[in-house]
């Protein structure tokens, strides 16, 4: 892939650089991986991603996230957790959260639903956080 990115970014910075919630930036590449930022509030919608694990690292925050078949989960500042590919899930943001993702570049963050918040790549990587 030809877009470049910075060498060196600080996470928690890029993240609070971000004003549209739901919205994910892309900071890094990581051979097939991208790493991005987003700012969450509210609930997205459930999804599942069939072929793709899903990171999400808490830079800060607290997130739930829902499951359909198992007990959600409550993640805080620091907190890493993986959501496994195919499995139904439902991020909430009950207060302002910032995360960071790490994903396949072929994820699309709404998975397998499309809603007026889904992002295109393009709108992803197009942000403040983005080399230009
Ligand atoms: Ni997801």
């Not at 570049?105 to 998975?111: A, D, I, Q, R, S």
């Amino acid at each position: 892939m030809s877009t470049s990115f910075p060498s060196f970014v600080n996470l928690l910075a890029a993240a609070e650089a971000l004003t549209d919630t739901w919205s994910p930036r892309v900071v890094a590449q990581v051979n097939d991986q991208f790493v991005k930022v987003a700012r969450l509030h509210g609930q997205l919608t459930w999804h599942a991603h069939e072929s793709e694990d899903e990171m999400f690292l808490i830079l800060k925050g607290n997130l739930r996230i829902e499951y359909r078949d198992m007990a959600a989960i409550e993640l805080v500042t620091g907190d890493m957790h993986v959501v496994s590919r195919g499995v139904q899930h439902n991020p909430v943001a009950k207060d302002v959260c910032l995360i960071a993702l790490v994903e396949p570049v072929t994820t699309l963050h709404t998975g397998d639903v499309i809603i007026d918040r889904t992002r295109t790549l393009e709108q992803q990587l197009t942000g403040p956080v983005r080399k230009k």
